[in-house]
């Protein structure tokens, strides 16, 4: 109990993949070369595969946030109508992000904890056609909470509209057929499931997308996307890469490939499930009605503020959870799925939370939450002949 490794247990930024890490320490090349070019093209191919897209893939030197604005700037211009999906405080980042962009947003809204229906978005396309794009988060990760994309680009496809998907933490938590579901733009983060530190976001975007660039007015110059797209095809970016950061990513898109994307997803969907089992079984609430599996945010003890617990998990185990936000602050604390964790970190977080909850009065049996996580584990990894003799 004296010796206390700092743990990150949350949805950004997420543990480092080791390979990914030791990958950085030879990003002394320059990105002007041939052995830079050979480096940059393959990352983009091996996005592409691991993302499951035709489309093109781009790579830019700035957080999530950054790849939001830049699917904004250079597809649309000041005015033009859009259609904002806010059920959270990432939903009301797009809204802000379509105000700074002069654009004339109708926004659907749902209260924390749930999400817009894609009816809501079938009904609204259908009220008004003049619409150019719509704008959700697959995973909101401010409540724990999932979007239906899939149901969601079939009502944009129907229309002239594109669909702008963020899916920062989306991407390795949940499936996203992008070509076949009709997800125009979609961006990612490398702090995410990509395993690796802030610094990079992704697009990949649909001909159909392309299409306005030309006629988008709004200005640009850092992140003007034609330039990138253009300078892609040779192998190099439109201004300095982040070369310790493509060295790595470079890495985890390898580790992605070999285990699977699919596998990847498979992973934070069983955490998330486990976890969801583990605090109903201790007595406690999960946030969300419509969960997702990057982040399962969970209701405090009565009478209790989840900041005790975020507290107490640093100052007792220096593992770092994360509060609600905004509006959500002292209400909810939520627990990380997405990327390097494994139930090897699952068993302890529960069994500390077991712990946290117990030295406060909240009734806890324990071994009642890690049983539950033990449990799914059981479910998927062992033989069912096993479990049956037990």
Same mark, same amino acid.
Request: with cysteine; proline share 5%; hydrophobic share 45%.
């Given at each position: 109990?004296?010796?206390?490794?700092?743990?990150?247990?949350?949805?950004?930024?997420?543990?480092?993949?080791?390979? @990914?890490?030791?990958?950085?320490?030879?990003?002394?090349?320059?990105?002007?070369?041939?052995? !830079?070019?050979?480096?940059?093209?393959?990352?983009?191919?091996?996005?592409?595969?691991?993302?499951?897209?035709?489309?093109?893939?781009?790579?830019?030197?700035?957080?999530?946030?950054?790849?939001? *604005?830049? @699917?904004?700037?250079?597809?649309?211009?000041?005015?033009?109508?859009?259609?904002?999906?806010?059920?959270?405080?990432?939903?009301?980042?797009?809204?802000?992000?379509?105000?700074?962009?002069?654009?004339?947003?109708?926004? +659907?809204?749902?209260?924390?904890?749930?999400?817009?229906?894609?009816?809501?978005?079938?009904?609204?396309?259908?009220?008004?056609?003049?619409?150019?794009?719509?704008?959700?988060?697959?995973?909101?990760?401010?409540?724990?909470?999932?979007?239906?994309?899939?149901?969601? =680009?079939?009502?944009?496809?129907?229309?002239?509209?594109?669909?702008?998907?963020?899916?920062?933490?989306?991407?390795?938590?949940?499936?996203?057929?992008?070509?076949?579901?009709?997800?125009?733009?979609?961006?990612?983060?490398?702090?995410?499931?990509?395993?690796?530190?802030? =610094? +990079? %976001?992704?697009?990949?975007?649909?001909?159909?997308?392309?299409?306005?660039?030309?006629?988008?007015?709004?200005?640009?110059?850092?992140?003007?996307?034609?330039?990138?797209?253009?300078?892609?095809?040779?192998?190099?970016?439109?201004?300095?890469?982040?070369?310790?950061?493509?060295?790595?990513?470079?890495?985890?898109?390898?580790?992605?490939?070999?285990?699977?994307?699919?596998?990847?997803?498979?992973? @934070?969907?069983?955490?998330?499930?486990?976890?969801? *089992?583990?605090?109903?079984?201790? =007595?406690?609430?999960?946030?969300?009605?419509?969960?997702?599996?990057?982040?399962?945010?969970?209701?405090?003890?009565?009478?209790?503020?989840?900041?005790?617990?975020?507290?107490?998990?640093?100052?007792?185990?220096?593992?770092?959870?994360?509060?609600?936000?905004?509006?959500?602050? =002292?209400?909810?604390?939520?627990?990380?799925?997405?990327?390097?964790?494994? !139930?090897?970190?699952?068993? %302890?977080?529960?069994? *500390? +939370?077991?712990?946290?909850?117990?030295?406060?009065?909240?009734?806890?049996?324990?071994?009642?939450?890690?049983?539950?996580?033990?449990?799914?584990?059981?479910?998927?990894?062992?033989?069912? *002949?096993?479990?049956?003799?037990?």
């Amino acid at each position: 109990m004296h010796i206390k490794k700092q743990r990150l247990l949350t949805p950004g930024p997420t543990p480092l993949l080791p390979s @990914a890490l030791h990958a950085m320490m030879g990003s002394d090349i320059h990105h002007r070369t041939e052995d !830079f070019r050979n480096l940059y093209k393959q990352v983009l191919a091996d996005l592409k595969a691991v993302l499951g897209t035709a489309n093109e893939v781009l790579v830019l030197v700035s957080s999530g946030s950054g790849g939001l *604005e830049a @699917a904004t700037q250079n597809f649309f211009s000041p005015g033009d109508e859009v259609l904002v999906c806010s059920a959270g405080k990432f939903g009301e980042r797009w809204v802000e992000i379509m105000k700074a962009w002069g654009m004339k947003a109708t926004v +659907l809204t749902a209260p924390y904890g749930d999400a817009v229906s894609p009816q809501a978005v079938e009904q609204a396309l259908a009220q008004n056609p003049s619409i150019k794009g719509v704008f959700v988060q697959a995973s909101e990760t401010s409540t724990g909470t999932q979007h239906d994309v899939k149901a969601m =680009g079939a009502a944009v496809k129907k229309t002239n509209a594109i669909f702008v998907v963020d899916a920062i933490t989306g991407i390795g938590t949940m499936p996203l057929d992008i070509d076949g579901w009709g997800l125009d733009i979609v961006v990612g983060g490398s702090q995410k499931a990509f395993m690796i530190p802030p =610094g +990079l %976001a992704f697009l990949s975007i649909s001909p159909k997308a392309w299409a306005l660039a030309d006629s988008a007015k709004s200005p640009r110059f850092y992140f003007d996307l034609k330039k990138e797209r253009k300078n892609a095809q040779s192998g190099e970016s439109a201004w300095t890469p982040n070369t310790a950061l493509l060295l790595a990513l470079a890495e985890a898109l390898k580790y992605i490939k070999a285990l699977g994307m699919d596998k990847l997803v498979e992973n @934070a969907q069983l955490l998330a499930r486990a976890t969801r *089992e583990a605090v109903e079984a201790l =007595g406690l609430q999960v946030f969300s009605s419509s969960p997702g599996s990057s982040v399962t945010a969970v209701r405090p003890p009565a009478g209790m503020d989840s900041g005790v617990i975020i507290k107490e998990f640093r100052n007792r185990f220096n593992a770092i959870i994360t509060n609600g936000q905004g509006s959500m602050k =002292g209400q909810i604390f939520r627990f990380a799925h997405l990327g390097f964790f494994d !139930f090897h970190d699952l068993f %302890a977080v529960i069994a *500390e +939370l077991e712990i946290i909850l117990a030295a406060h009065g909240h009734p806890v049996r324990f071994g009642s939450g890690v049983a539950a996580v033990q449990n799914v584990y059981a479910d998927v990894a062992l033989p069912k *002949e096993t479990l049956a003799v037990s």
